[in-house]
C-alpha cells in the first residue's frame, strides 16, 4: 500500500502517473490572493472582477481597475491568470448603467456577456486596463468572458480582445447551449473553462439560489457529467485547454473523475486545493478515467458519486 504520508502537500497538481493537471485559484477580492499564494496555487483559474463594479454609481475608472488587475498579477510571475471580464447584469444590475428593463426570469435575462454586448464600452475600458497591467508583469494574461451561448457571442468577445491586443481569449462553458455545441465555439476561442455552478443551474433548470432544489443542484448530476465530458471532448479534439471553475473542481472525488473526463486544469478557492492535490496523488489518469466511466454510467447523482467513490477506493 502506498504511504499516504508521501502524499504532495505542495507542488504542482498531477496524477500519481505524472499527468499534470495545474491546480489553480479561485479569487473574487484581494484578500484572496495571499490565501491562493500560500496554498501554493499554480495560477488563477477565475479571478472574479465583480467586487470592482457592484455597487457603485459611477463606473470605477481605467486606472483604478490597472491597479487592481496589476496588483493580483504581481502575486503570480510567470504564472497564468485567468480573468474573467465583468459577470453582471439580472441578479446583479450596476448603479451606474441603466436597468435593462423589467426581467421576470433574471437567470434567464440579460447577464454576463449579453449584459456586455450592450456596453461595448464597459468591456473595452476593462480589457484596455488589463492589456496595460499585464504589460508591466511577467503574470500570464488570460482572459475570458461568462454567459457565452453561441458562436456570435464568442466572436463578438475574440474581437473585442483583439482590439485591445489581448492574446488568446477563452469562454466560460456554462450554458449548456455551448458545452453542446462546444465544438464550433472552439473554432472562435483558445480555451475554455466550464463554471460548474451556473451550468448545473441551467442544465437541470434548478435555480442556484433556491436551496430546496439542491438535489438538481448537484455536480454529480450524469446530465452534467455528460456536458462536461462534450466540452473536453470538443477542446481536446482542437488542441485546446478546458479547465474547470465551478465548485466542483473543489470537491476531491470529483475532481478525479473531472481529470477522467478530460478536464486540462481545475481551480477551487484556496482551502480546497490540498485535498485534491493529494487525491490527485494517490491516482493514476487510466484510474481516473474508470471511475469518470462509473459516474456517467450511473443515474443519479447520488450512484454517480458512489459509483466514483467505489471505483477510486478500491484502486488506493
Ligand atoms: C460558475 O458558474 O460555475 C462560475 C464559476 O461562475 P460564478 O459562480 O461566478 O457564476
Ligand atoms: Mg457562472
Not at 483559474?45 to 498579477?73: H, K, N
Not at 475574440?158 to 465544438?183: D, F, H, K, Q, T
Amino acid at each position: 500500500a502506498r504511504n499516504r504520508a508521501v502524499l504532495p502537500a505542495s507542488g504542482p497538481g498531477a496524477t500519481r502517473d505524472g499527468h499534470a493537471v495545474p491546480l489553480l485559484a479561485n479569487i473574487g477580492v484581494l484578500a484572496d490572493v495571499d490565501a491562493a499564494v500560500a496554498a501554493g496555487a499554480e495560477g488563477v483559474g477565475l479571478f472574479r472582477t465583480e467586487f470592482l463594479f457592484l455597487d457603485r454609481s459611477i463606473e470605477p475608472g481605467g486606472d483604478e481597475q490597472e491597479a487592481v488587475y496589476r496588483r493580483v498579477l504581481q502575486a503570480f510571475p510567470e504564472r497564468q491568470v485567468v480573468v474573467r471580464v465583468l459577470d453582471a447584469g439580472a441578479d446583479k444590475p450596476l448603479g451606474f448603467l441603466p436597468p435593462p428593463g423589467e426581467e421576470p426570469n433574471p437567470a434567464l435575462g440579460e447577464r454576463g456577456v449579453r449584459m456586455l454586448r450592450r456596453h461595448p464600452a464597459l468591456l473595452a475600458g476593462q480589457l484596455g486596463a488589463l492589456a496595460r497591467a499585464a504589460a508591466d508583469t511577467t503574470a500570464i494574461l488570460r482572459v475570458m468572458a461568462p454567459m457565452v451561448t453561441d458562436v456570435d457571442d464568442a466572436r463578438f468577445f475574440a474581437e473585442a480582445c483583439g482590439e485591445a491586443g489581448i492574446e488568446s481569449p477563452g469562454v466560460m462553458i456554462e450554458v449548456p447551449a455551448a458545452a453542446l455545441r462546444a465544438r464550433d465555439l472552439a473554432g472562435e476561442v483558445e480555451f475554455f473553462s466550464i463554471g460548474t455552478n451556473d451550468l448545473a443551474q441551467y442544465a437541470c433548470a434548478a435555480d442556484r439560489q433556491v436551496g430546496r432544489l439542491a438535489r438538481l443542484q448537484d455536480p454529480w448530476q450524469p446530465a452534467l457529467l455528460d456536458l462536461v465530458a462534450l466540452a473536453a471532448d470538443a477542446a481536446q479534439e482542437a488542441g485546446k485547454h478546458c479547465g474547470v471553475c465551478g465548485e466542483a473542481a473543489g470537491d476531491p472525488v470529483l475532481a478525479c473523475v473531472l481529470t477522467g473526463l478530460g478536464v486540462t486544469s481545475l481551480s477551487m478557492s484556496a482551502p480546497s486545493l490540498p485535498l485534491v492535490r493529494a487525491a490527485l496523488a494517490r491516482h493514476s489518469l487510466e484510474e481516473c478515467r474508470t471511475a469518470a466511466a462509473a459516474a456517467r454510467s450511473a443515474a443519479s447523482a447520488t450512484a454517480a458519486r458512489a459509483a466514483a467513490q467505489s471505483v477510486l477506493t478500491s484502486m488506493t
